[in-house]
């Protein structure tokens, strides 16, 4: 058997965008550096996501060094984005339910997000995750934090586990669907050398410079349906999820990781499993 490598690394500055694949990323208590510290929000301040707002899936977010953005999709044009900073103006907003404090990018992003999706919107950055957005208690530890992503610092996720979903998928219904590409899952860490389904073993697992506690798997929802490349949407890979990777209410793929420490993580770096 092959050792476990981390085969590739993606960031998401905005939630729901289009990802960006790295060589080597910076972990930091809530996630890698510069991950969904940026969010679309609608009117009353609630997430906007490609859960409600496919069309997120077509726009992409460069991430600058100095945090800020740089805003791209289709028929619309570039827009730098600085990060407000602690003078910027505080606003609360909801993801899944929750308050959370943020603060409020210049008029012009909002112009340009309501222009791309086609309905009021606002763009607002998380500036202190180590505050804003505890983790949930029943899976975390007191202290965990986790930026605007759904609920957890990093997702992980295996070339040989979604060589299986797609295998299960060709005998499916829709086998027209498949093979999917890893983008449906939006992981952060993707690790090659496994046997199918091996993460679903792990408590405990480091990757470079950081050990990372597994919480729980990643239950999937509609966002995994939707084709990355142009926001058509369609049956796999919840269907086929249904039949052969529900645990409880959970239709499983990938696991949600929570960091033990600070480091870096490059591609190539050897996963090693600590329990």
């Not at 602690?86 to 993801?95: E, L, Q, S």
Request: hydrophobic letters at 40%; glycine letters at 10%.
């Amino acid at each position: 058997m092959p050792t476990p490598t981390l085969a590739a690394l993606h960031v998401y500055p905005v939630k729901s965008f289009t990802g960006t694949a790295l060589d080597e990323a910076v972990v930091e208590p809530w996630g890698l550096a510069g991950d969904r510290r940026w969010m679309a929000v609608g009117r009353e301040g609630r997430q906007l996501t490609q859960r409600d707002a496919p069309g997120l899936a077509l726009a992409t977010a460069r991430l600058r060094a100095d945090g800020g953005v740089v805003l791209a999709a289709p028929g619309m044009p570039e827009l730098a984005v600085d990060a407000p900073g602690p003078a910027g103006a505080v606003t609360r907003v909801r993801v899944f339910g929750s308050a959370v404090r943020a603060r409020s990018a210049a008029p012009a992003a909002d112009v340009w997000l309501s222009r791309c999706l086609g309905e009021p919107a606002r763009l607002v950055w998380m500036g202190e995750p180590e505050r804003d957005r505890p983790v949930d208690p029943e899976f975390g530890a007191p202290g965990d934090t986790v930026s605007f992503a759904d609920g957890y610092p990093l997702l992980l996720t295996t070339v040989a586990s979604l060589d299986a979903l797609n295998s299960l998928i060709a005998q499916g219904d829709h086998a027209d669907e498949g093979p999917l590409p890893m983008s449906r899952f939006r992981p952060n860490l993707v690790v090659r050398g496994t046997t199918p389904w091996a993460e679903d073993g792990w408590k405990r697992i480091s990757v470079g410079e950081v050990g990372f506690r597994v919480a729980r798997p990643c239950g999937r929802c509609v966002v995994t349906t939707t084709d990355q490349r142009t926001a058509e949407r369609g049956k796999e890979p919840l269907r086929t999820l249904a039949r052969h990777r529900r645990f409880g209410d959970l239709l499983a793929f990938g696991q949600n990781l929570i960091p033990e420490n600070p480091g870096r993580v490059r591609s190539g770096d050897e996963l090693r499993v600590l329990g």
